[in-house]
């Protein structure tokens, strides 16, 4: 019976494990926009809290901050982009890294023995 439900588990601890870094994520997507916003506002981005973003969004979308759509939508896309892009181009890079043989670095100069096995001298 315990074997039977081994998959089970897996599939659901990796199913809130993914829930879980997707939520992690959009939190910090979410704060590197309000801190976007801040300094595309030429304001410190270090007092941005966490829902400066979407309190301007909102704000825009009901008329309470005219000309402020496009720094709305590139301080979020910019956040999305960094919280998600960072850590993807990462594993990119190190599954990228892990198959392949270092190029340089690795050759030598043969040894007397090992030049007399190879019988060239």
């Known amino acids: 019976m315990s074997g039977t439900l081994a998959p089970v588990w897996r599939v659901t601890i990796l199913t809130l494990a993914i829930t879980i870094g997707i939520y992690v994520g959009l939190a910090a997507a979410e704060w590197l926009a309000s801190c976007m916003l801040y300094a595309s506002m030429h304001r410190n981005p270090i007092r941005a809290s966490w829902s400066t973003w979407l309190d301007a969004l909102v704000a825009w979308y009901d008329g309470r901050l005219p000309n402020m759509g496009r720094r709305v ?3 979020g896309l910019m956040g999305l982009l960094v919280a998600f892009g960072g850590p993807a181009l990462a594993v990119y890079t190190w599954l990228e890294q892990a198959g392949r043989r270092p190029l340089y670095g ?5 040894n ?3 030049i007399r096995r190879a019988g060239l001298l």
């Open 73 to 75: 939508a590139g301080a």
């Open 106 to 110: 690795d050759a030598r100069f043969a």
């Open 112 to 114: 007397d023995a090992e």
